[in-house]
């Protein structure tokens, strides 16, 4: 089965092109690794995605999935491992076999980095995490440490005082990148301490998992042990575009146009995988739109037809 376009990845971006794209009844399959929602999906809350003013990351993308399987839209849950080349049409790889299309959307997002401090990837999983929403009511009523400087990181540790007895906050600067709203807050919780200009020489642990943090301060030079039982980073992304040869720029994301075209025709990337200077919810959205159309204006050309299609 030939399809007219796969879109990988069932985040923001994905679900927004795949409603465009079957509005313009083009024959669409959102292809998925994990669940649709994407990393959203896994926000204890969103404040500003405009109309909602208050909801779960959770709750919003089963808006956008009831909205997009309103239409029409087929799901495969599996990886897509790369993408060939096959005469005009493409080739998608996944883990259960190849699907021909004629053009891809990429929507893959990106996933959480790693600061690479010992016992970082020794303790994932085992007091080490990269999300709060997830591991945050393990930690109720015991210290823990979040360190980052930006909103998700912000945010994050935010709602996370709210369940656990201290947060040590660790951040390299001396102020944080985070929306100003988000800082005045983070600053009002009481049970929030901010190690500023430190950074984190170890995780301490044993069999158990983590039992401590080890963190030095750059203007003292002095490394403190602090008693936590988890420690939660947030400090970045790195995009999910290994599978796709295209124009990227050094951490990866892929180059993209204004129309979300990219160095090889009739693949389009949308969304966090993309070097975009503001990776959010509403970006992520306007970039599956603006995709879905150009991929639609690309399929017609291909097909040889006039686009907009002519009035019969
Ligand atoms: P994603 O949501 O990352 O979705 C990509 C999807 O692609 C994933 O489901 C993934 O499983 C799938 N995928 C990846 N690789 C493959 C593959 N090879 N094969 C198949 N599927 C694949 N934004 C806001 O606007 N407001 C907020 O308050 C906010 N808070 C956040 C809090 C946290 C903790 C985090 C982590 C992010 C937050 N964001 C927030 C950012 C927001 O989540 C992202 O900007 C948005 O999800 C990007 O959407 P996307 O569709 O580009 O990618």
Same mark, same amino acid.
């Given at each position: 089965?030939?399809? /007219?376009?796969?879109?990988?990845?069932?985040?923001?971006?994905?679900?927004?092109? +795949?409603?465009?794209?079957?509005? +313009?009844?083009?024959?669409?399959?959102?292809?998925?690794?994990?669940?649709?929602?994407?990393?959203?999906?896994?926000?204890?809350?969103?404040?500003?995605?405009?109309?909602?003013?208050?909801?779960?990351? #959770?709750?919003?993308?089963?808006?956008?999935? /009831?909205?997009?399987?309103a239409v029409g839209m087929q799901t495969k849950f599996t990886e897509v491992l790369g993408i060939d080349q096959n005469g005009p049409y493409k080739t998608v790889r996944t883990a259960d076999g190849p699907l021909e299309t004629k053009a891809v959307i990429i929507a893959t997002g990106a996933e959480p980095k790693r600061l690479g401090f010992p016992g970082e990837q020794e303790f994932l999983g085992k007091g080490i995490s990269t999300c709060g929403t997830c591991d945050g009511p393990f930690y109720r009523n015991k210290p823990i440490a979040v360190i980052g400087g930006g909103d998700t990181a912000v945010k994050e540790s935010i709602y996370l005082s709210r369940l656990a007895s201290k947060v040590y906050h660790i951040h390299r600067r001396d102020r944080f990148r985070a929306e100003k709203i988000l800082q005045e807050r983070l600053l009002a919780r009481e049970n929030v301490e901010i190690l500023w200009r430190s950074s984190v020489e170890a995780a301490l642990g044993d069999d158990s998992g983590v039992t401590g943090i080890r963190v030095k301060n750059a203007d003292s030079?002095?490394?403190?042990?602090?008693?936590?039982?988890?420690?939660?980073?947030?400090? #970045?992304?790195?995009?999910s575009t290994g599978f796709?040869?295209?124009?990227?720029?050094?951490?990866g994301f892929i180059i993209t146009g204004a129309d979300m075209t990219t160095s090889n025709p009739g693949i389009f990337? +949308? #969304?966090?995988?993309?070097?975009?200077?503001?990776?959010?919810?509403?970006?992520?959205?306007?970039? #599956?739109?603006? +995709?879905?159309?150009?991929?639609?204006?690309?399929?017609?050309?291909?097909?040889?037809?006039?686009?907009p299609s002519a009035p019969k």
């Open positions: 089965m030939m399809y /007219d376009l796969v879109i990988i990845g069932g985040g923001p971006a994905g679900l927004t092109a +795949a409603i465009y794209a079957l509005r +313009a009844r083009l024959n669409t399959l959102v292809i998925e690794k994990l669940g649709v929602g994407g990393q959203i999906a896994l926000s204890d809350i969103i404040e500003n995605y405009p109309g909602f003013p208050s909801l779960s990351g #959770g709750d919003l993308m089963k808006h956008f999935e /009831d909205h997009a399987r030079g002095e490394a403190r042990d602090i008693k936590v039982d988890g420690i939660f980073v947030f400090i #970045g992304i790195t995009p796709v040869e295209c124009d990227k720029d050094p951490q990337a +949308a #969304g966090d995988c993309r070097d975009t200077p503001l990776r959010q919810v509403s970006t992520a959205v306007g970039d #599956g739109a603006i +995709a879905a159309a150009k991929a639609e204006e690309y399929i017609s050309e291909m097909e040889g037809r006039a686009y």
